[in-house]
């Protein structure tokens, strides 16, 4: 099993910025996939960014040019920094990890809220 922790959001106000963590832990050789999902009221829940073993990332054209996946193996650790940030990016944002042969990856993390509000 793995178990995924996520931290990092919060309140912040239009064309602010967060940034996103997930720590792995369990049976972590399991996972070569890392990726963040969000699910806003009343809609369905979406990939935002990935990053597989081999460094290929991959974003939902909304957040191009403004969010960044990133990782660190050695921590076993996922990043997104989200900057521009919109009030349509608030969303409960989900840790999605493992074999990055079938997405999404097989274990998902609690959630952490992102809002972006004046």
């Known amino acids: 099993q793995v178990q995924l922790v996520e931290s990092g959001g919060g309140l912040v106000q239009p064309g602010g910025s967060l940034r996103l963590s997930c720590a792995a832990s369990g049976s972590i050789f399991s996972i070569n996939g890392m990726g963040w999902y969000r699910q806003a009221p009343g809609k369905q829940r979406e990939l935002v960014a990935a990053?597989?073993?081999?460094?290929?990332?991959h974003y939902v054209d909304s957040a191009k040019g403004r969010f960044t996946i990133s990782r660190d193996n050695a921590k076993n650790t996922a990043y997104l920094q989200m900057n521009s940030l919109k009030p349509e990016d608030t969303a409960v944002y989900y840790c999605n990890a493992g074999d990055d042969r079938k997405w999404p990856f097989d274990y998902w993390g609690q959630g952490t809220q992102v809002t972006v509000s004046s």
């Open positions: 990053i597989t073993s081999g460094g290929r990332t």
